[in-house]
């Protein structure tokens, strides 16, 4: 095999499986019975010119079957007068007439049964045709039928990857709040320990001094300013300061 025909082979292969690939059964079908009942057509058009062709020649043989009774008589009224000459001539043109019809036989014989074969034969292929529209039917149910049940399975194939990736996606979230709470009880435990310590809450205690600190000295000022109103005399104790 040359180079030249397996790369030819090769892209009729590839061609035929993408044809496979976007063809589709119905329509498929539905092509095979247009071009059934075309070729049905044509058998009748065939028909119809072969019927034609033999009447032509039934008409032509009646025509001369007259022209031969025609002539038979003139022979009879020739001979009643006496002229046999005149009689001789008509069976002379009956003769050839004659000829005529007995040379068209054979033709409108065979004709006639070509009409026959060919009226068999288009009743075989309407036959063959009608049984094709029913399988046809039938299997473009099927087809319909297991295209909904490839399209259903197709649906729930997604369906149940969706509910693998969210079943997923569920399971990291709860093993990061997980982690997220471990480590929020790890911090608890550390800063309870003593291990760390709360800068926030130090912060917290300092202010709280100074605040009290504050409100002791404010409460010593208070104080002395009430007895010095009370002991008009007595000398006033040292302001307090804060610390």
Same mark, same amino acid.
């Given at each position: 095999?040359?180079?030249?025909?397996? =790369?030819? &082979?090769? +892209?009729?292969?590839?061609?035929?499986?993408?044809?496979?690939?976007?063809?589709?059964?119905?329509?498929?079908?539905?092509?095979?019975?247009?071009?059934?009942?075309?070729?049905?057509?044509? +058998? %009748?058009?065939?028909?119809?010119?072969?019927?034609?062709?033999?009447? @032509?020649?039934?008409?032509?043989?009646?025509?001369?079957?007259?022209? +031969?009774?025609?002539? @038979? $008589?003139?022979?009879? =009224?020739?001979?009643?007068?006496?002229?046999?000459?005149?009689?001789?001539?008509?069976?002379? %043109?009956?003769?050839?007439?004659?000829?005529?019809?007995?040379?068209?036989? /054979?033709?409108?014989? @065979?004709?006639?049964?070509?009409? &026959?074969?060919?009226?068999?034969?288009?009743?075989?292929?309407?036959?063959?045709?009608?049984?094709?529209?029913?399988?046809?039917? +039938?299997?473009?149910? @099927?087809?319909?039928?297991?295209? =909904?049940?490839?399209?259903?399975?197709?649906?729930?194939?997604?369906?149940?990857?969706?509910? $693998? $990736?969210?079943?997923?996606?569920?399971?990291?979230?709860?093993?990061?709040?997980?982690?997220?709470?471990?480590?929020?009880?790890?911090? &608890?435990?550390?800063?309870?320990?003593?291990?760390?310590?709360?800068?926030?809450?130090?912060?917290? $205690?300092?202010?709280?001094?100074?605040?009290?600190?504050?409100?002791?000295?404010?409460?010593?000022?208070?104080?002395?300013?009430?007895?010095?109103?009370?002991?008009?005399?007595?000398?006033?104790?040292?302001?307090?300061?804060? /610390?």
């Amino acid at each position: 095999m040359t180079l030249f025909q397996r =790369a030819h &082979d090769i +892209v009729e292969a590839k061609a035929n499986k993408a044809l496979d690939a976007a063809e589709k059964p119905d329509e498929m079908l539905d092509l095979s019975y247009q071009q059934m009942l075309e070729q049905i057509t044509q +058998v %009748r058009r065939a028909l119809v010119d072969l019927a034609a062709s033999r009447k @032509q020649i039934e008409l032509q043989e009646q025509q001369l079957q007259h022209t +031969v009774d025609h002539l @038979q $008589d003139q022979a009879k =009224a020739a001979l009643s007068q006496d002229k046999e000459d005149l009689a001789k001539e008509a069976l002379s %043109r009956k003769a050839a007439a004659q000829a005529q019809i007995d040379a068209m036989e /054979p033709q409108h014989e @065979q004709l006639t049964e070509q009409e &026959d074969k060919l009226e068999h034969t288009l009743a075989a292929l309407q036959k063959k045709v009608n049984d094709f529209r029913t399988q046809k039917e +039938v299997m473009k149910a @099927q087809y319909t039928a297991a295209k =909904a049940v490839s399209t259903v399975d197709e649906s729930a194939a997604g369906i149940s990857k969706t509910f $693998d $990736d969210s079943g997923a996606a569920l399971q990291r979230a709860q093993d990061k709040i997980a982690t997220m709470q471990s480590r929020a009880g790890a911090m &608890d435990e550390l800063l309870q320990s003593g291990v760390l310590e709360d800068v926030g809450g130090a912060t917290d $205690d300092i202010q709280k001094e100074l605040d009290e600190a504050g409100s002791a000295a404010e409460v010593d000022k208070e104080l002395a300013a009430l007895k010095a109103e009370i002991r008009p005399g007595s000398s006033a104790p040292p302001e307090l300061t804060g /610390p």
